[in-house]
């Protein structure tokens, strides 16, 4: 039995345009559009990009976030530059002098543009989902059972896993001493293989920690958990 990491998926005022802006972000192209979602998805190995409608304010800074990968430093000026002319806006989260640069996007979630940094070779255009954390090391075993990734190395301060197969992007979780306070606007949806039961793989993700949330999804046919730290994850019907 297992779950695969299926998406990330953000909470947008406006999914459609928030999803043009990161289709030209990724090079992605636009797969699925309707009212209610919009999903941006690359080659095989990438990890989609999903837009749902949810007109719920942003409050503080996001606790997901995604980083950008850069070959060169002409590579990541060009990134900056085209996300600024994209709508995207430079923003100081007390990152102090650091050789990536950190900007949100049109609706305010924060991202970064990375450096050029070989372990992101593979990564593809998103070279991690950075999530935040009171205790790294404490939730990584979760996360790597959740997504099926393994661990690549670790810090003091954080822990990364990455995809088995080795294209696709990282999953970092970072210690952040701030307290979570509402819902993440960004979360990762994870899907059990077409041979497998949704029911076992959430109860075996309860056993590892987890614990069934109610944010308002009514009785759809995903079942919505926070990991043993609280943040907000989604695990699909079996699918190929």
Not at 53 to 79: C, F, I, T, Y
Not at 125 to 140: E, K, Y
Request: hydrophobic share 45%; net charge negative; charged share 25%.
């Amino acid at each position: 039995m297992s779950t695969r990491w299926y998406s990330v998926e953000f909470d947008a005022a406006g999914p459609a345009a928030l999803a043009r802006f990161w289709s030209e972000m990724t090079g992605w192209p636009i797969v699925y559009e309707d009212e209610v979602e919009v999903v941006v998805e690359g080659e095989p190995g990438m990890v989609p990009l999903g837009f749902i409608v949810n007109g719920d304010p942003k409050v503080g800074k996001n606790r997901v976030h995604l980083d950008l990968d850069s070959r060169s430093p002409e590579h990541q000026a060009e990134l900056v530059a085209r996300a600024e002319r994209l709508g995207a806006t430079r923003v100081d989260i007390g990152q102090g002098d650091v050789p990536w640069v950190v900007l949100a996007d049109p609706e305010g979630n924060e991202f970064c543009v990375l450096d050029p940094r070989d372990e992101y070779a593979q990564a593809g255009p998103v070279a991690a989902v950075v999530l935040d954390s009171p205790d790294p090391a404490a939730v990584a075993a979760f996360w790597a059972a959740a997504t099926g990734w393994v661990e690549r190395a670790r810090g003091d301060d954080w822990v990364s896993l990455a995809p088995p197969a080795g294209a696709g992007p990282h999953l970092e979780l970072l210690r952040t001493p701030d307290a979570k306070v509402v819902k993440n606007r960004l979360h990762l949806d994870m899907a059990p293989w077409a041979a497998d039961d949704q029911a076992a793989e959430v109860a075996r993700l309860e056993a590892l920690g987890a614990t069934r949330i109610d944010i308002g999804q009514g009785t759809p046919s995903w079942v919505v958990l926070a990991d043993p730290q609280g943040s907000e994850l989604c695990v699909l019907s079996a699918r190929d």
